[in-house]
């Protein structure tokens, strides 16, 4: 029997975020991870299955909407895995509260730490995935502690 070893990369901490998108009458949310690429002319980059709701909405519309993940929502970041968005309306299912919805924008859950509203700038297919470098256009900041994630566990992020 052999132990599996812990991959280097999981040393890396990273924050949960929710990528939220719509087109037409569809819409999804889904747990992702990002990457600020600059933050003075801000940019960044994300990852999304292919196969994903998630994905072909960004595809159609070219926007959605990054939210930083609240130390509150560990669980919507667990249960928001666990279901493909094109088989069950997550909003619905898990009864998410969101901020007042604005006409044609994506919704955003209540209680995040953050949104931004990104425009898709690049996509690269790689291996199932698409990496997306996306300009951000708005962003809104609830200055409640982000929450992240490192070696397989969830953390809070407080001032040392």
């Not at 819409?27 to 980059?45: G, H, N």
């Not at 929502?73 to 069950?88: F, I």
């Not at 700038?121 to 200055?143: H, M, P, T």
Request: net charge positive.
């Amino acid at each position: 029997m052999s132990i599996a070893k812990q991959q280097v990369s999981d040393l890396l901490p990273c924050p949960v975020v929710f990528i939220s998108t719509i087109h037409g009458e569809k819409r999804d949310i889904m747990t992702a991870t990002a990457l600020f690429v600059s933050e003075k002319e801000p940019l960044l980059t994300v990852s999304v299955a292919k196969r994903h709701l998630t994905s072909k909405l960004i595809e159609r519309s070219g926007t959605f909407t990054l939210i930083i993940a609240s130390e509150s929502q560990k669980e919507l970041a667990l249960k928001l895995g666990s279901v493909r968005g094109d088989e069950e309306d997550k909003f619905q299912l898990f009864s998410i509260k969101t901020l007042p919805a604005e006409p044609g924008k994506p919704l955003v859950p209540a209680d995040a730490s953050a949104w931004l509203s990104c425009r898709v700038i690049s996509r690269q297919d790689i291996d199932g995935y698409y990496v997306l470098l996306a300009r951000v256009l708005e962003q809104k900041d609830f200055n409640k502690p982000p929450l992240l994630w490192q070696n397989s566990s969830f953390f809070g992020l407080k001032p040392l």
